[in-house]
């Protein structure tokens, strides 16, 4: 391997440890939705992200509107 290729391979790991860990980053932080589906408990009210919760069925609950 020569200097060049040594380069531009150090380069394209930097940049993908960059990205991955951006996307760590972002996931870790509630930055970025992973799902837009429930993984919680059935009830939102029990639910530790009901507040902040933004799926329909938890702006139901707190709109007092019957879950559909």
Do not use: H, T
């Amino acid at each position: 391997m020569n200097r060049k290729e040594f380069f531009m391979k150090s380069g394209r790991w930097v940049i993908l440890s960059g990205i991955v860990g951006l996307s760590v980053f972002l996931a870790r932080n509630d930055k970025v939705a992973i799902s837009r589906n429930c993984s919680g408990p059935s009830l939102c009210r029990n639910c530790g992200k009901y507040s902040q919760c933004e799926l329909p069925q938890a702006n139901n609950q707190r709109n007092g509107r019957k879950e559909s």
